[in-house]
């Protein structure tokens, strides 16, 4: 890999018939910027539309898999925070979509910081491992904002109206016990064996019948 390819906002590797995606700014939690954006919903277009691809798997470099969107574009020039806000919502917006529509399981592998943007792509994938030091929030309205990314349509069909508004309201942080318990992700496992076991489950999916599993989604 060059050192280019490295250093891109989200790496593509496929490994037989599993395509992991990773999102790739790891010295600032992956936050979401317009290049990561971009380069997810490319990523995402792109192993739909290989049959040779049974199963995708999303995670995060570092130790966070998305700690929200970059505020700090919205820093360098306040007057055209809105309108950058919108274009990468719209950007990331393509992404959800991209899951939804995905013809093979979504699985998200999930540690560390999952919060705002990290969790509503978190909660648009198929089926959800977390690692035990998971901390998950909604966080939006604590920076006087709505959740985007299909948000306000997944949380409530994960957990009930009731506790979707709390979490969204309140935005205590959820551990990885808790977001078990709620739904919010299928598994927990010990930090050292998320690759392992995400990789696992990603086998075991890769074997059974994509076509049906696209059918049922």
């Not at 906002?9 to 700014?25: E, K, M």
């Not at 919205?74 to 899951?99: G, N, R, Y």
């Not at 949380?155 to 016990?177: C, I, K």
Request: proline share 6%; charged share 15%; with cysteine.
């Amino acid at each position: 890999m060059t050192e280019q390819a490295a250093n891109a906002p989200v790496l593509l590797r496929i490994d037989g018939s599993i395509a992991w995606l990773t999102l790739n700014r790891p010295k600032v939690l992956n936050v979401l910027d317009q290049e990561m954006a971009l380069a997810l919903r490319d990523a995402l277009t792109q192993v739909a539309a290989q049959p040779g691809t049974r199963v995708v798997v999303l995670s995060g470099q570092g130790r966070a898999f998305m700690a929200g969107g970059d505020l700090s574009l919205f820093h360098q020039d306040p007057a055209a925070a809105p309108k950058t806000a919108a274009a990468l919502i719209d950007l990331f917006h393509e992404s959800i979509q991209a899951i939804a529509n995905m013809p093979k399981p979504v699985i998200a592998s999930l540690q560390g910081a999952v919060a705002g943007g990290g969790m509503s792509l978190a909660l648009a994938c198929d089926l959800a491992i977390a690692a035990d030091d998971l901390r998950m929030t909604m966080a939006y309205s604590a920076i006087a904002t709505t959740p985007d990314g299909g948000g306000t349509w997944s949380l409530p069909r994960l957990v009930g109206t009731r506790q979707a508004l709390a979490l969204a309201l309140l935005n205590d942080p959820v551990d990885a016990e808790n977001a078990l318990r709620l739904g919010l992700v299928h598994r927990v496992v010990p930090l050292t064996d998320l690759v392992a076991e995400t990789e696992k489950l990603g086998r075991r999916l890769a074997q059974g019948p994509t076509l049906a599993y696209g059918k049922i989604k």
